[in-house]
């Protein structure tokens, strides 16, 4: 018999789409409390969705004993559920200085990695991650303090190609209370508690703050926004498919877009321009970038621009050419 919560979930999944019939769900889990809550739901309503489920750990090599132990705590607990667990271990500051990138990218690029070779050699459909609202709410501050443009501020997305969220409406009290009911005691990452990371000092200081202030407020309010802004973002997939069909010449091609082409945008159409085509770069977006760009439209040819991720944008001729400093 299922339990209220359960039921919750299972609605929530049903009603998004987010597992189907037949389906091959791989569960990733650290051990702590949202992705151990995510696997015990998932188990408990896995026989009524008819879909096959497992877990995969990562451990990062990060807290030393620490990890160890959470890897172990993981496999452990799949074990008494009946379920297969696949566990890896990375050196992940060798690989934050192989990439040039910080612990924390390094950590999102391995695990998902890692989770795409599990996919393309086991056969599963679905890998799902155990975010909730508070991550939701966490992400979209972070992205805000560094610059994003509208869309970015979509934050987690329930669904990404075959990445599923099924806990993102639930928020971490819910999360907690659950495991409590059910008798079950997660791992604490310590490293949660550093504020020196700035997810961390969002998560422990700011949002916090602004709780005591605007009780049950924030969390709702970001939900409504990050809503707003994955709507706003799917419009504007379908626009500018539309957009560059009629006008070729805003497409990056050979690593140049078209001045006369541009300047017939507004400044928001532009700024959508330059986002795809950093993308297709690999570089960085960020509202700073962005207004730079737009301003070099108003400036006049010959005049260059440094974007972001190294990329230089220069005007000439009729047509704005981005290269990178290697190029």
């Known amino acids: 018999m299922m339990n209220r919560f359960e039921k919750k979930f299972l609605g929530q999944i049903r009603r998004r789409g987010l597992v189907t019939r037949g389906d091959k769900v791989l569960a990733a889990v650290s051990g702590g409390p949202d992705s151990l809550a995510m696997l015990l739901l998932l188990h408990s309503v896995r026989q009524v969705l008819h879909c096959d489920l497992a877990a995969a750990h990562c451990n990062f090599s990060l807290r030393g004993d ?24 990375f050196d992940t500051r060798l690989a934050a200085s192989e990439l040039k990138k910080s612990i924390e990218e390094s950590a999102r690029h391995l695990r998902y990695g890692f989770f795409a070779t599990l996919a393309e050699e086991r056969g599963f459909t679905r890998i799902a991650t155990g975010h909730h609202v508070n991550d939701n709410a966490e992400t979209m501050l972070f992205n805000l303090f560094r610059g994003v443009s509208l869309p970015g501020l979509a934050g987690i997305r329930e669904r990404n190609g075959m990445i599923i969220r099924p806990m993102l409406l639930f928020r971490r009290e819910e999360i907690e209370g659950y495991l409590q009911e059910k008798g079950v005691t997660a791992r604490l990452d310590s490293s949660n508690y550093l504020d020196e990371y700035d997810r961390n000092f969002i998560r422990n200081r700011v949002i916090p703050l602004i709780e005591e202030r605007f009780a049950h407020k924030l969390l709702p309010s970001l939900r409504r926004l990050s809503e707003q802004a994955g709507e706003l973002e799917e419009f504007l997939v ?19 877009l078209d001045v006369p082409a541009l300047k017939r945008l507004s400044v928001f159409e532009q700024k959508e321009v330059f986002k795809r085509a950093l ?49």
């Open 66 to 89: 620490e990890s160890d132990a959470d890897e172990r705590f993981v496999a452990e607990f799949c074990s008494r559920l009946g379920l297969e667990c696949f566990t890896i271990q």
């Open 279 to 327: 993308k297709d770069f690999g570089a960085p977006v960020d509202a700073e970038t962005l207004r730079k760009l737009a301003e070099l439209l108003r400036s006049r040819p010959g005049k260059t621009v440094q974007a972001a991720g190294k990329i230089s944008v220069r005007w000439q001729g009729s047509r704005l050419r981005f290269t990178t400093d290697y190029s």
């Open 238 to 256: 379908l626009y500018f498919e539309e957009l560059v069909s009629r006008e070729p010449g805003l497409v990056l091609h050979q690593g140049e």
